[in-house]
Antibody, heavy 123, light 107 residues
């Protein structure tokens, strides 16, 4: 059974930093690209970032480019999101999501999602 | 970025009704269109990918159609568990973008 479990969320002041983690199980982790998708309270979904299965390719939404860094440790079946220079508009539930395509760079189809970790940026 | 516009934004329907939700892309996306269902307090769940392919485990009352810029999600006979918010999403180019959502409520 595929499981994705996020952690690391919390309350942080504007300008602060936070590192999110996503522990994956139930599939061959390094065969799949992984994504972070966020959802502000009461709002819709916004894609944040992706990393390819081997970690060699990354992409970011313009809204987080230069502030967030996605990474993965395939030996630990774990995905990360380092968030720096946080803004109030980054307040959201952050989901990690698995790409549907095995051994492709990425396809932007998200077939499994974690339950999310809440990041609140507030003074 | 490609803008995805769903209609309606909200919809009231009864159990057993046939329901259609529309999604329009601001430019052509071929068939790179996915549909998700999200229930309150839960993560989104993939229903349809590539415009019309049913994700494994999803009931056959859900179907998708369309190509280019116009797409539809149809639920043939609403069940109580189908009352949720539905999102379309384009997977044609980076960044992938979502529609604003359609909230399906019980009449």
């Amino acid at each position: 059974e595929v499981q994705l479990v996020e952690s690391g969320g919390g309350v942080v002041q504007p300008g602060g930093s936070l590192r999110l983690s996503c522990a994956a199980s139930g599939f061959t982790f390094d065969d799949y690209a992984m994504h972070w998708v966020r959802q502000a309270p009461g709002k819709g979904l916004e894609w944040v970032s992706l990393i390819s299965g081997d970690g060699g390719s990354t992409k970011y939404a313009d809204s987080v480019k230069g502030r967030f860094t996605i990474s993965r440790d395939n030996s630990k079946n774990s995905l990360y999101l380092q968030m720096n220079s946080l803004r109030t508009e980054d307040t959201a539930l952050y989901y990690c999501a698995k790409d549907i395509e095995a051994r492709a760079q990425y396809s932007y189809h998200f077939d499994y999602w974690g339950q999310g970790t809440l990041v609140t940026v507030s003074s | 970025d490609i803008q995805m516009t769903q209609s309606p934004s909200s919809l009231s329907a009864s159990v057993g009704d046939r329901v259609t939700i529309t999604c329009r892309a601001s430019q052509t996306i071929s068939s790179y269109l996915n549909w998700y269902q999200q229930k309150p307090g839960k993560a989104p769940n993939l229903l349809i990918y590539a415009a019309s392919s049913l994700q494994s485990g999803v009931p056959s009352r859900f179907s998708g159609s369309g190509s280019g810029t116009d797409f539809t999600l149809t639920i043939s006979s609403l069940q109580p568990e189908d009352f949720a918010t539905y999102y379309c999403q384009q997977s044609y180019i980076t960044p992938p973008t979502f529609g604003q959502g359609t909230k399906l409520e019980i009449k």
